[in-house]
């Protein structure tokens, strides 16, 4: 799925905030890291982690104290790369509410595309499509602060499809969003790859929603900790632990058993998997 | 805000404020609710000048002639334009009966006395007609709103404006803030509803006590709302960067405003009812 | 069993009720909450949870229906006596957004000022009440709240509500938006309260595992009526009740499921990681030494 030349490149990343006064703080220390054309990523760690400092220089919101980032061949630095940048990597945010612009769905999403200064028809067609990617489309003409959480991000992501971006950060996304809400967003961006060959940067600290993932990096004070794909990463319980994380639970139950003498392999990472692997040990025919 | 007396905390005041859509817009599919927003925003102008150009009555009656049509087109109920006018009854009771006491030139035709007051039948004549060009002026306000919804009003601003960017008006900016205005004052409605709730559920009164109590009593409120508000601008900000906005320079609107026959037409009428009012008033 | 602390009896609320925007949040709700107990409130949303705990403390009046609590009955129409807000503590989402004073003292104070207490007795529950939720009352006392960190702004906002020494406490989502080290935290507060501080509690959760891990009793609602009102292990038995609403099970509890289906005598009411594990490796173990010596 990679190609030779990455989507986003992170080197050597450090970020500080209030540098050289009294609140002076380093966010992210020193992270290197990949994204892949077309990969869903999943991006961990607690509060304090350095996560979202991170999420904010794949689109240039935040600019690095040291080190580089590039967007496809852009330089972040690089100020008249800043636009492109913004349009290839579109981001969502947390709070559903302080995102939509607009008094209408379908004029919120047009607002991405109305700054690229498209034609009012190709920013037409644009809207329709992406409201039924998302599957938005019969709300098109509704007032936003009639919609649920689940829907609210679903038009935000719609409002950053219409630019046609090449990768989609989703910052904390789903954070404030109720369990259907979680699914709803989660549905959408595994088909945006699926369908669209997007990549997805999920930024969380659910690790239910991480364990979905093609793979999983793990910060920690600002420091990358862990790498890896979901099993991988989930092996080592002890370890994630103490990085303040939690578990997806069946994992948590795969190394209690394991610890008991159940031989449970791999890491299944759903209880389908679990159960399925249990039976199969015991010898009864599933 | 009916705080625990009759129900819940000013539920009932706050559930419908949300519900309905903001500002007296009535929508109908009639053709003043068709007409381009910048040929409604451009009448309303016209005519507010016309009906203070108007001389006598005649003139205000080719005025309220052609406000009656226009409110039956439109489709929006008369009881509606009535209550419109609720809010300013006692500024025209005000108007009138100084106008009756004081309008009449001095030495008019006393119809009765009060006290040292004189109510003259020039000043009745008067006074009836200033208070009927009142109304007849927030009716016609009236009906630009009840026909155009805010989005729109927004809109016909901005266009009509834009022509003067170059001398320094701020038209898109100043229609970006009336959309995002728009867009939050129901969800800001909701949080306040949510805020004043939680408070109360630590004991606050927001119902008791002098004017000076029960505005100290609104800190808890309105202190969360500002930090909450400047909260959401800050956010919107950078979510709007991260889309591209770097103001209005190189935007394009999905939406089109076009003038089309009709708006012709309703120019045309406006114009014609002008005129017959100002010849009719005898320049 | 013990005596009844807030009781609902055919509770209907509807919203607006007359206007063209009507709509129908609770329908005929029959509700005991018992003292002292840890009650878990669950529902898909919109399914009228938030709208039932107004009704405790009586933020909103019944549109049909009655409900008493502690005793004293709540009707429409009449001033709410100070006491039902002292005695039912509610906490409601995000509540580090009703903030508002320039110190924390000031803030946590608020409560117990309202009530009218005086200055020796405000300072000591708000000490109390700092210490309860972990803030060194030293420390962050002073402090203006908005120069806390989102966890700490909670805390803050919890021990305002606690200030106030509620018989009952009714959190909604306490743990929405929080990473799970901030869960862990404010649930196993919420535990000692319940525990340590015999506060009867009420739970209005949309993780399962939470409810599971510190409830006695769970009342489903679906669509503003009464789902399921069952003790915890048995209502997460019933996982395909849950489903068709859209709910779901623990997850540990939804291996044991699949197990149990597949034939072997697991018992499903199993709900932490911990039981699932000893369950399982009981039955596993008994089946396997039992299955390899027929082979």
Redesign the interface.
């Known amino acids: 799925m990679s190609q030779p030349v990455p989507l986003i490149e992170v080197h050597h990343l450090t970020h500080v905030y209030h540098a050289g006064t009294p609140q002076e703080v380093r966010a992210v220390h020193d992270v290197s890291l990949t994204v892949h054309r077309g990969e869903f990523l999943a991006l961990v760690g607690g509060n304090g982690s350095g996560k979202s400092t991170l999420a904010k220089h794949l689109n240039a919101l935040l600019l690095p104290t040291e080190g580089r980032v590039v967007v496809d061949g852009l330089d972040t630095r690089d100020p008249h790369a800043l636009w492109e940048i913004r349009r290839k990597v579109g981001m969502v945010f947390q709070n559903p509410d302080n995102q939509i612009v607009a008094t209408v769905v379908e004029e919120d999403v047009a607002f991405g595309p109305e700054n690229l200064g498209l034609p009012p028809e190709e920013i037409a067609q644009r809207v329709e499509e992406a409201l039924r990617t998302v599957g938005m489309l019969e709300h098109r003409r509704r007032e936003p602060h009639l919609l649920s959480g689940g829907q609210k991000q679903r038009v935000a992501i719609a409002g950053v499809l219409a630019m046609r971006p090449q990768c989609i950060v989703l910052d904390e996304a789903t954070t404030m969003l109720d369990p259907e809400g979680r699914r709803e967003v989660l549905r959408t961006a595994h088909r945006l790859r699926e369908q669209e060959g997007i990549a997805v940067v999920h930024i969380t600290h659910n690790m239910e929603e991480a364990a979905q993932a093609d793979r999983v990096v793990v910060l920690h004070e600002g420091r990358v900790a862990l790498e890896g794909t979901p099993r991988e990463v989930f092996r080592d319980v002890q370890r994630l632990r103490r990085l303040r994380l939690d578990l997806p639970e069946v994992a948590e139950l795969s190394g209690c058993l394991r610890q008991r003498g159940i031989p449970v392999e791999g890491q299944p990472l759903d209880p389908e998997e679990l159960a399925a692997q249990l039976l199969r040990w015991c010898g009864v025919v599933v | 805000m009916r705080g625990d007396r009759a129900g819940a905390a000013g539920e009932p005041a706050v559930e419908l404020l949300r519900s309905l859509t903001i500002g007296q817009y009535v929508p109908r599919a009639s053709p003043v609710h068709r007409l381009d927003p910048r040929t409604k925003i451009l009448a309303t102008t016209v005519l507010m000048v016309v009906v203070f150009l108007a001389r006598d009555f005649r003139g205000l009656g080719v005025f309220a002639a052609f406000l009656a049509g226009a409110v039956a087109i439109s489709q929006v109920p008369a009881g509606f334009v009535l209550r419109g006018l609720r809010p300013i009854w006692f500024l025209l009771l005000l108007t009138l009966v100084l106008q009756v006491f004081f309008g009449g030139a001095s030495g008019g035709t006393v119809l009765w006395r009060l006290g040292p007051f004189a109510a003259t039948r020039e000043g009745l004549v008067q006074g009836l007609f200033v208070t009927t060009r009142l109304v007849l002026l927030v009716v016609s306000t009236s009906l630009l709103t009840f026909t155009t919804s805010p989005v729109e009003l927004a809109d016909g601003m901005e266009r009509l404006l834009n022509p003067f960017r170059r001398l320094g008006v701020p038209a898109h900016e100043l229609a970006m803030m009336m959309t995002i205005a728009l867009r939050f004052i129901p969800t800001l409605v909701e949080e306040t509803e949510k805020i004043m709730k939680a408070q109360m559920a630590r004991g606050a009164d927001l119902d008791t006590g002098g004017p000076l109590r029960r505005a100290r009593a609104l800190v808890p409120i309105l202190v969360p709302l500002f930090v909450s508000a400047f909260r959401r601008a800050d956010e919107l900000a950078v979510a709007m960067e991260a889309r591209g906005y770097r103001g209005g320079e190189g935007r394009t609107r999905m939406k089109q405003l076009r003038y089309r026959a009709r708006d012709l037409w309703a120019g045309l009428v406006v114009l014609g009812v002008g005129a017959l009012v100002l010849w009719s008033g005898g320049l | 069993m013990s005596d009844p602390v807030v009781v609902c009896e055919g509770l209907t609320h509807v919203?607006?009720r007359g206007?063209p925007?009507e709509s129908v949040a609770l329908r005929g709700v029959d509700l005991v909450v018992r003292r002292g107990e840890c009650l878990g409130l669950v529902g898909?949303?919109g399914s009228g949870k938030s709208t039932l705990v107004?009704h405790f403390?009586?933020?909103?009046?019944p549109t049909e229906g009655r409900v008493w609590v502690d005793g004293v009955e709540i009707r429409?129409?009449t001033?709410?006596v100070?006491e039902v807000?002292?005695k039912v503590?509610?906490l409601?989402q995000y509540?580090e957004?009703?903030?508002?004073e320039a110190t924390v003292f000031d803030d946590v104070a608020?409560?117990p000022r309202?009530?009218g207490l005086d200055p020796e007795e405000v300072q000591e529950r708000v000490r109390e009440s700092l210490e309860w939720v972990g803030l060194d009352p030293d420390r962050f006392g002073p402090r203006s709240p908005?120069s806390l960190?989102?966890?700490e702004m909670r805390r803050v906002a919890i021990a305002?509500?606690l200030a106030?020494r509620p018989q009952v406490l009714v959190l909604d989502e306490p743990t929405?938006?929080l990473?799970?080290?901030?869960r862990r935290e404010i649930l196993n507060r919420v535990r000692d309260l319940h525990r340590k501080a015999a506060l009867t509690v009420v739970l209005i959760s949309?993780s399962m595992?939470d409810v599971a891990r510190l409830c006695q009793r769970v009342v489903v609602l679906h669509r503003g009526q009464v789902f399921l009102d069952a003790p915890v292990r048995e209502a997460f038995a019933q996982s395909d009740r849950l489903r068709s609403i859209?709910l779901?099970v623990?997850?540990?509890t939804?291996?044991l499921l699949?197990?149990r289906a597949?034939?072997?005598p697991v018992r499903c009411d199993r709900l932490t990681?911990?039981e699932?594990?000893e369950e399982?490796?009981r039955v596993?173990?008994g089946?396997?030494r039992w299955?390899?010596s027929e082979a």
């Open positions: 919203y607006l206007t925007f898909p949303t107004q403390n009586g933020l909103l009046r429409p129409g001033a709410v100070r807000r002292r503590g509610l409601f509540p957004h009703q903030l508002f608020f409560g309202n009530l908005f960190s989102g966890g305002g509500v106030m929405a938006g990473d799970p080290e901030g949309h595992d859209g779901d623990p997850r540990v939804d291996v699949r197990l597949a034939g072997l990681v911990e699932a594990c399982i490796v596993l173990q089946n396997r299955s390899s």
